[in-house]
């Protein structure tokens, strides 16, 4: 079930700009039980949706990781995306004209904040698990420091602590299309769909890697010289974006991105990655390039008693939306562990 959470009141970010007021569409499965402790919080990436049985469809669902008949399960779409939360394209109330390019884009910190005041209004207390990859590893990650006893397990999948020049690189050579496409100045929602749909292209390098193209987009022909598959799919790809996305989300949601650090205004990034008290499990994907497993061995080497796990994909950082099978395996085997850790200390006691 899909609903849409309003916060009337001003809502400030890191920035300094205050928002008079935001909204946030925000997707249920299952029923949250009598004491409020069944609660799993999913978050998605960069231009997902709040409805993770759509884009996890391996992990979210009846019989799967997260199983709505056990659990509570809950996934905001971020704010700045175009699935219903305060976003470029909504009237900005104090102009009644739409933000367009003045929308003022929020820091992974500031969208963890505005899920604070939907969690409140709902009366959750408790996270029992907490799971994001990418983007939402980020978000998940921020919060798990912000609110130290909130969560009893947090799952953060191929992200970082805080956003490696190589990303941000990535992130501005994709904007950079968006500028350069004749229509960006314009003040409409169709604006930039042309350089969007480029910077999507140029964002696949990152997701996939060279051994994923070898085995998905190699020619069955040496004779061809034109029309190459591997070019007909960063074309597709752009194209279909531009069906259900707009430029102006997509070039603030990078800044966002950009803008994660979980250092920022506190003693440092170890510091920070300390004060997380949530049972750890961080897991990276061996082939991904663009948050190479450096970045997970970083967080569960400071987050106090984290575990880590390595899975194996040839579908580079995309791999921890298709590899269904290893993640919940994982996951699993982690939740048994710290479950029996728990039942002994419990004995002992």
């Not at 920022?264 to 920070?272: D, Q």
Request: charged share 20%.
């Amino acid at each position: 079930m899909t609903e849409t959470f309003l916060y009337k009141q001003s809502f400030k970010l890191e920035s300094g700009i205050a928002l008079p007021q935001l909204h946030l569409a925000y997707t249920t499965y299952g029923q949250l039980n009598e004491i409020k402790d069944n609660v799993v919080w999913v978050f998605h990436a960069l231009t997902a949706n709040s409805d993770a049985a759509e884009w996890w469809p391996g992990l979210v669902g009846k019989g799967k990781l997260f199983d709505p008949a056990e659990s509570f399960i809950i996934c905001v779409n971020m704010p700045g995306s175009c699935y219903g939360s305060t976003g470029p394209l909504d009237n900005n109330p104090e102009t009644g004209e739409s933000y367009y390019h003045h929308f003022p884009f929020f820091t992974t910190r500031d969208m963890i904040r505005s899920y604070q005041l939907l969690k409140e209004s709902l009366g959750i207390t408790k996270i029992k698990i907490g799971a994001g990859g990418s983007m939402g590893g980020q978000q998940l990650v921020e919060w798990a420091i912000e609110e130290p006893a909130l969560f009893e397990t947090i799952i953060p999948l191929a992200t970082n602590a805080f956003h490696s020049p190589w990303g941000i690189g990535f992130n501005a050579s994709q904007r950079l299309p968006i500028e350069a496409d004749e229509t960006w100045k314009q003040t409409n929602p169709q604006a930039g769909l042309n350089g969007m749909k480029a910077a999507r292209s140029l964002a696949l390098l990152s997701y996939r890697n060279y051994q994923t193209y070898q085995l998905s987009q190699s020619e069955t022909t040496i004779d061809k010289i034109n029309y190459f598959k591997s070019e007909s799919y960063q074309r597709y790809q752009g194209e279909k974006l531009a069906n259900r996305f707009n430029a102006f989300s997509y070039y603030f949601l990078s800044k966002s991105m950009d803008a994660h650090h979980v250092g920022r205004n506190r003693i440092n990034t170890i510091a920070a990655l300390q004060q997380i008290k949530a049972k750890t499990l961080v897991i990276s994907i061996s082939s991904d390039i663009l948050f190479p497993p450096a970045e997970q061995q970083f967080l569960a080497e400071h987050i106090p008693g984290a575990n880590y796990k390595a899975i194996t994909s040839d579908y580079g950082h995309d791999g921890f939306l298709l590899e269904f099978e290893q993640i919940a395996t994982a996951t699993r085997e982690f939740l048994s562990i710290t479950k029996t850790k728990k039942l002994t200390t419990q004995s002992i006691n």
